[in-house]
């Protein structure tokens, strides 16, 4: 990659493919990618458990979050509960009616990562996640 353009274009070609196989997750269990992304952020991150931490952390518009949220409220994927000291503040739980929706885009998950690193060596991950790391940062 010699350009800036070909980074860009790399990256591009990451995200849709990301995109592309969890389409055929939506798909399969009539959900939106942000649906699917909302079961996929509290499955994969207990300690964030808040429509404001999906907002903080993924950078998706409050009302986009909050139209999903009240979707899978609705379709009885996830539940909600007041916060013990702040009544206004609700915490978000998986129920077991995503269970099977969470094994599905978990497994997506972990065949494009598969895919994204195959024949790069375990000593090639870590140079991978420590740059990235570092490019993070930079941003």
Sequence with gaps: MDTPAEMLLAWQR???RYARMEL???????LTRLETDILLFLANNPGYDTARDIVAVRMIAKSH???????????????????????????????????????????????????LLRGLSDADCAE???????????V
Excluded: W, Y
Excluded at 128 to 138: D, E, G, I
């Design 24 to 30: 055929e997750v939506c798909a399969k269990h009539g």
């Design 65 to 115: 979050v909050s139209a999903s949220v009240e979707t899978l409220l609705a379709k009885g994927l996830i539940a909600c509960a007041p916060d013990a000291q702040d009544k206004r503040r609700m915490h978000l739980r998986i129920l077991p009616a995503a269970e099977a929706i969470i094994t599905d885009a978990q497994a997506m998950q972990r065949a494009f990562l598969e895919r």
């Design 128 to 138: 991978l996640k420590h740059l990235l790391l570092h490019v993070s940062k930079n």
């Design 14 to 16: 990451l995200s849709k």
